[in-house]
C-alpha cells in the first residue's frame, strides 16, 4: 500500500471519531511536506491525527553520553551526563530536520528527560515533539494517583506543559502484584492501565490538550498487545501512535529467535490495517545489526561497499509507509551523523534488497542449509579436505537448530557441544575446513554452483568462533 | 583411630589427584587443582609460602602425614604394599632397620644442587608426586582415554554427544620409559619393604623427616604396657619402630596409625611428645641391607634408561597396552584411512627449533626449567595435543611445545592454571594474546604457493595475531603469485600458521622460540 491509500484509509477510520482531525489531516495531505524529493534534507512522515511533520529519524533519549570520568558538571543536577555534549548533538539533531525527541521517565538512571529538557529548552518549543512515556513498573505506582504524579513529574523535567507524543510504557511486559506472585503481560497491562482509570484520565489530559498524541509501546504478551487493538476498535480508546520493535531479523524470525516475541511483520500489518502510524524502535536491535559476523558484513559491502552496515538496517526500519519515525538510541555524534545521513534523504529498501535483507536475515539467525547434494564432483580434495562430509555436519546442525547466533540463548552450550564433537565425529581434523587453502580447484566442478572455498572459511570462522568461547567442549 | 582418619583421607586424595592426571575436558582443575598446588615440591619452586608454612606447620605438628594422605606416590605404595600376599597378614611382614641416613642426606644433597644449578631433569627424576604424575599420565591415561573412547564408539551410534574420541599417542618415548621404570622401582621397593623410598630416597621424605624429629604429635610408647611383643614392628611399613629399645624412629614414622591399631596392649600412643620424656632418637647405622643395595641400584639405572630412546620424541604412537586400547585404537584408525575419494593426508614432522618453546605464562626458558618438576600435568591438559615432554638431557621430562598436530588456542589457558610449581604463572587470556614466546619464519622452498602454484594463504586467514600479510612474490607482479609477509613484532608465536600450513612433512611456517618472553 502506498502513502497515499494509507492516508485515505486512515482518513476515513478517523472521519468516524474526530471529523475535525480528519479535515486537518486532509489538508495536510495536500499541503503538509511529502516525502523528500531527492534533495539532501531529512525524510519527513506526516502524523495522520495531528499532521505533525515529523523526522524519520528520531533521537532516543536511552543511551545519553557520559562524562568520561563520570564527575557530574554543572551541579549533580544531571548525574554523570554529559549535558554539554547531549546540548550538542540535540542541536545537531535540530539543525539536521530530527524533530521527535524520545524519552521516558526511567531511562538513564532516571535523568533523560531531566537533560532531554535541558536541551530542548534552548529552541521553540513548536520546533520539535517531544515523546514520553508512563513507566509506571513498579506496583507501588500502579494506583492512579501515583500515575498521574509521574505524568507531572515529566511535565516538570522536561520543561513544558504538554507532551506530544505520550506512550503507555512497555505493555504486554509481565509485573508482580501487592504480593509479589508473577502476573502475565495481559493482566499487568490491565492493572496498570485500564482497571486503574489511568487510560481514561490520559483520553481526557489529551482532550485538554496536554497530551497530543496518546500511544502505547509493546513488548512480550502478544495478548496485551491484541487487547489494546482490541480497544480500539471498540471505540473505547483511540491510539495516535503504537511502538514496536522492528528490523530486518524481527521481520519474520522474531518469534523464532524467541518464542514470546511476534514477527514484526506480523505486529506492522495489524497497525496498518487500523491506519495506526508505527513507531519503530530496536532498528539496529541493540547493535547487533550493526555488529555482524565478518561474512555478514562482506556480503552487505559487496552489495554496497559506499554504505555503512547500520544503514541497512535503518533503510530497512524506515521503507514501510506507516513508519512514523525511526528511534535510535545515539550516544556518539558519529551515530547521529551516519543516521541523519542515511534518511537524508531516505532510499526506500527495493523488493530485491528486500529479498536480499531477507537473505541477509537468515543467514543471521542461521538457517541457510549449503545447497550440496554430496554429489562428489568436488573431490577429491588435493589437499585431503572432505567437503561433502563438511556441508552435510553444517547443514545437520542448521537443521537440528545446533547453530546459535548469540551465545545468550540458552540452549547455547550444548548447541556448541553437539557442533564440535559432532564435527570432530564426521570429519577428522585433518580433513575439516581449517585446512582448506581457497585454491578454488573445486568451485569449477560443482552443479550446484556453490562457492566452496567461501563456504568452507565461513563455516571454518563458526568452529573458531564455538572454540573461543571456552576451551571446554 | 589415626589410621581410620588417614585411610579415607589419603583415598579421597589419591582419587582425586589420580582424576586430574586422567581428565582431559577441563573439568577435574577447576574442582581439584589445588590439590596438586598443595604438593611440597611444587609449591616451593612456585614459592607458594601459604602451602610451605602450612605444611612445615603441619609436620612440626603432626609429624609425616603429609606423606600418608597428600602425597599420591606415598599412598600409591600403601596401595601396593597392601596387594602383597602377606599385606594383610596380622602378624605382620615388616622389621625394624636402622635409618640409612647417609643415603638419605645425600640424595637429598645432590637434589638441591640439582635444583640450584638448574639440572631440571634430575630434579624431576626423582621428585616423589612428578613420578606419580608421569606413572599416571604416560601409563594409566591411555587406558583411561581407551575406554572413554569405547565409550564416545557407542555414544556416536546412538547419536549421543555425552562422550567424545580423543587421539591417544606417547607424548615422548623415553618419558614414558621413565615412568615405567619409576613405576616398576617404587613397586618393587613398595613389595618388599613398604615404605623403603620413602625413606631412602626421596628428597621430600628426607626434609620432611628432618622436620618431624621435632614434631609436636607423635607416636610413643608406654613402657609400662610394653610386652615387647615386636608386633608394632612388624606392623611397621617404615621399619622405624625398635620395639626392644621402646624406640620410634620420627624422622621416618609415616603416622600412618597401623602400630596403634596392632598393639593389644595399648602401649602405643599417639599424642602431644611433651609428656615423654624420652625423645624418640635412633643412630644410623652404617651397614645398609640388601634391599637398601637393591634400591640404589635400580634408582641409578634410571638415568641410563632415559637415554635409550632419545630420538622417539613426538613419535605418534598408538598405544597397544591393552585389548581394550587396541580395539579402540584400531576402529579409529581403520575409520580414518578407508575415505574413499580422499587425498592422502601426510603426518607432519616437528621442524627443529633453534630455541625450545616454552607455553605462555612461563614468562623465560630459563624461569620455565628451573621451575618444572617434569609432573606432566600441563601435558595431561593440554587440549591441543601442543605440550609434550622434551628430550634434552637436561630438560628431560620437562614439556615444551610442537605445533604438528594443533596449535596454542587463544582461548586456552589452562596449563597456566594448572601448574603448580610456578613454571607457568598463571595468565589471563587476554595477556596471553598479547604475549610473545617465539616468531614466525617463513621456509620459501617449502611454501606449497611455489611448490604446487596455487593461491593459499591459510596462515594469514588463521593468525589470530594479525601479524601476517599476503605479499606479491614479486613486487611489481600484483597478478602474479602471493606469499606471506610475517611481521614479526607482532607475532605471538602461538603456531596457528605452523599447523595450518598445507606444505607437508615440514610446515613451509613455522615458530622459533624465543628464551625470553615479551609483551608485544
Known sequence: ????????????????????????????????????????????????????????????????????????????????????????????????????????????????????????????????????????????????????????????????????????????????????????????????????????????????????????????????????????????????????????????????????????????????????????????????????????????????????????????????????????????????????????????????????????????????????????????????????????????????????????????????????????????????????????????????????PRELHKIDAYVEQLKRESDII | MLRKIRIPLAAVCFLLITWLFLDFTGVAHLYVGWLAKLQFLPAILALNVVVIVGLVLLTLIFGRIYCSVICPLGVMQDIIARLHPKGKNKAGRYSYSPERRWLRYAVLVLFIIAIIAGIGSFVALLEPYSSFGRIVSNLLKPLWLSGNNVLAEIAESHDSYAFYEVPIWIRSMPTFIIAAATLLVVSVLAWLGGRTYCNTICPVGSILGLLSRWSLFRVSFDVEKCRNCSACSRACKASCIDFKNHNVDYSRCVVCGDCIDKCQFGALKYDISAIHAKAGHTTASATATSSAEATIETASSQPKAKGLEAGGDSRRAFLIGTALAATTATVAQTKRKVDGGLAEIEDKKAPERKTKLTPPGSLSARNFYQHCTGCQLCVTQCPNEVLRPSTG???????????????????????????????????????????????????KKNCIVLTDGVSCGNCERHCPAGAIQMVPLHPEDELGAYVPAINESKCIGCGACEYHCPARPFSAIYVEGHETHKQV
Open chain 1, 1 to 452: 500500500m502506498d502513502r497515499r491509500s494509507f492516508i485515505k484509509i486512515l482518513g476515513g477510520g478517523i472521519a468516524a471519531t474526530a471529523p475535525a482531525t480528519a479535515l486537518l489531516t486532509a489538508c495536510k495531505q495536500t499541503s503538509g511536506p511529502a516525502e523528500s524529493d531527492g534533495s539532501s534534507s531529512m525524510t519527513m512522515r506526516v502524523n495522520p491525527n495531528t499532521g505533525d511533520t515529523v523526522s524519520l529519524l528520531g533521537y532516543g533519549m536511552m543511551r545519553l553520553p557520559e562524562l568520561p570520568d563520570g564527575e557530574p558538571q554543572g551541579g549533580a543536577e544531571t548525574g554523570p551526563f554529559d549535558q554539554e555534549m547531549i546540548n550538542r548533538q540535540v542541536d545537531y539533531a535540530l539543525a539536521h530536520g530530527v524533530n521527535y525527541f524520545d524519552t521516558a521517565p526511567v531511562y538513564c538512571r532516571g535523568l533523560s528527560e531531566r537533560c532531554t529538557g535541558i536541551a530542548l529548552k534552548r529552541h521553540p518549543r513548536k520546533s520539535y515533539y517531544i515523546a514520553t512515556k508512563l513507566s509506571n513498573f513498579d506496583t507501588a505506582l500502579w494506583s492512579l494517583e501515583e500515575s498521574k504524579n509521574m505524568f507531572e513529574t515529566s511535565l516538570k523535567e522536561l520543561q513544558t506543559d504538554y507532551i506530544d507524543y505520550l506512550l503507555l510504557h512497555s505493555t504486554g511486559g509481565g509485573g508482580r502484584d501487592e504480593q509479589g506472585n508473577p502476573l502475565d503481560g495481559l493482566e499487568t497491562c490491565k492493572r496498570r492501565f485500564i482497571d486503574n482509570g489511568l487510560t481514561d484520565w490520559l483520553t481526557e489530559q489529551k482532550n485538554a490538550g496536554r497530551i497530543r498524541n496518546l500511544g502505547f509501546s509493546w513488548h512480550g504478551d502478544y495478548r496485551a498487545f491484541e487487547l489494546l487493538l482490541q480497544l480500539h476498535d471498540e471505540g473505547r480508546y483511540h491510539w495516535d501512535f503504537v511502538q514496536i520493535e522492528l528490523n530486518y531479523l524481527d521481520w519474520y524470525y522474531a518469534n523464532e529467535i524467541n518464542r514470546s516475541n511476534v514477527d514484526a511483520a506480523l505486529l506492522y500489518a495489524e497497525l496498518e490495517k487500523r491506519g495506526i502510524p508505527a513507531v519503530i524502535m530496536e532498528p539496529l536491535l541493540g547493535g547487533r545489526l550493526a555488529n555482524v559476523t565478518d561474512n555478514i558484513a562482506a556480503e552487505l559491502k559487496a552489495r554496497d561497499p559506499e554504505a555503512t552496515i547500520a544503514s541497512w538496517a535503518f533503510r530497512f526500519a524506515g521503507t514501510p509507509k506507516g513508519v512514523l519515525t525511526v528511534l535510535s538510541g545515539m550516544t556518539y555524534m558519529e551515530h547521529l551523523q551516519e543516521n541523519v545521513a542515511t534518511y537524508s534523504p531516505l532510499k526506500p529498501v527495493s523488493k530485491e534488497e528486500h529479498e536480499f535483507l531477507m537473505h541477509i536475515a537468515e543467514e543471521i539467525f542461521g538457517h541457510q542449509e549449503i545447497p550440496c547434494t554430496a554429489c562428489q564432483y568436488c573431490m577429491p580434495c588435493p589437499y585431503g579436505i572432505n567437503i561433502p562430509a563438511i556441508f552435510a555436519h553444517y547443514n545437520k546442525c542448521i537443521r537440528e537448530g545446533n547453530i546459535k547466533e548469540s551465545n545468550q540463548d540458552p540452549d547455547y552450550r550444548r548447541a556448541r557441544r553437539a557442533f564440535l564433537v559432532g564435527y570432530d565425529r564426521s570429519v577428522p581434523r585433518l580433513r575439516q575446513a581449517s585446512q582448506c587453502i581457497g585454491c578454488g580447484q573445486c568451485t569449477t566442478h560443482c552443479p550446484q554452483q556453490i562457492r566452496i
Open chain 2, 393 to 443: 638431557l637436561l630438560t628431560l621430562m620437562q614439556p615444551t611445545m610442537s605445533y604438528e598436530n594443533g596449535f596454542c588456542r587463544p582461548e586456552c589457558t589452562r596449563c597456566s592454571e594448572v601448574c603448580p610449581a610456578g613454571a607457568i604463572r598463571p595468565i589471563t587470556k587476554e595477556e596471553k594474546s598479547s604475549t610473545q614466546i617465539g616468531h614466525a619464519v617463513w621456509i
